[in-house]
T-cell receptor, first 114, second 111 residues
Framework: EAGVAQSPRYKIIEKRQSVAFWCNPISGHATLYWYQQILGQGPKLLIQFQNNGVVDDSQLPKDRFSAERLKGVDSTLKIQPAKLEDSAVYLC????????????FGPGTRLLVL | SQQGEEDPQALSIQEGENATMNCSYKTSINNLQWYRQNSGRGLVHLILIRSNEREKHSGRLRVTLDTSKKSSSLLITASRAADTASYFCATGSGNTGKLIFGQGTTLQVKP
């Protein structure tokens, strides 16, 4: 079974630029999560999708972050404009359904904002 | 917001020794999970314990949960160099599957 795929793996941008991350969850997984993990901390949930609907985006900085999952499969997370404090690893995870507790994580995208 | 507080933040042991990590949380939960993260990689699910369970085993892993103290511990027995990683507890509550992660414990196992 293929795991969660993410791209790119690394990205370096300057502040005020925009950046987008892509995630392909495990086939058949209805729920998709985006997390932000700052160095030395645990992952923090940014947004959760159930199919193509948003379940929880309470911690998404909506003035600069946006995410979509148009066909209920792949998802993109965008930051525009980026700030220095956005430097982090962005992790995508998926689970079978909304009530399924085990999450499967991708390798993450490491973002550095200069 | 971070729900879990993990202790210790860092742990260094010799191969063959046991490693114990603790996690405390603040609100009521449905389940508590432990994940491992190797340097530069994503998280891997290790074990899940539900709120009505007190202890669970999986291979060399033993997890306990004390809901009255709002705490959990992860024991890795007979550690190996390959166990070197960061370990995170995550609490699940409600019915959305949402997890709140702790800050993690960094474990180093010296060969």
């Amino acid at each position: 079974e293929a795991g969660v795929a993410q791209s790119p793996r690394y990205k370096i941008i300057e502040k005020r630029q925009s950046v987008a991350f892509w995630c392909n969850p495990i086939s058949g997984h209805a729920t998709l999560y985006w997390y932000q993990q700052i160095l030395g901390q645990g992952p923090k949930l940014l947004i959760q999708f159930q199919n193509n609907g948003v379940v929880d985006d309470s911690q998404l900085p909506k003035d600069r972050f946006s995410a979509e999952r148009l066909k209920g499969v792949d998802s993109t997370l965008k930051i525009q404009p980026a700030k220095l404090e956005d430097s982090a690893v962005y992790l995508c995870a998926s689970s079978l359904g909304q009530g399924e507790e085990t999450q499967y994580f991708g390798p993450g995208t490491r973002l550095l904002v200069l | 917001s971070q729900q879990g507080e993990e202790d210790p933040q860092a742990l260094s042991i010799q191969e063959g020794e046991n490693a114990t990590m603790n996690c405390s949380y603040k609100t009521s939960i449905n389940n508590l999970q432990w994940y491992r993260q190797n340097s530069g990689r994503g998280l891997v699910h290790l074990i899940l314990i539900r709120s009505n369970e007190r202890e669970k085993h999986s291979g060399r892993l033993r997890v306990t949960l004390d809901t009255s103290k709002k705490s959990s511990s992860l024991l890795i027995t007979a550690s190996r160099a390959a166990d070197t990683a960061s370990y995170f507890c995550a609490t699940g509550s409600g019915n959305t599957g949402k997890l709140i992660f702790g800050q993690g414990t960094t474990l180093q196992v010296k060969p």
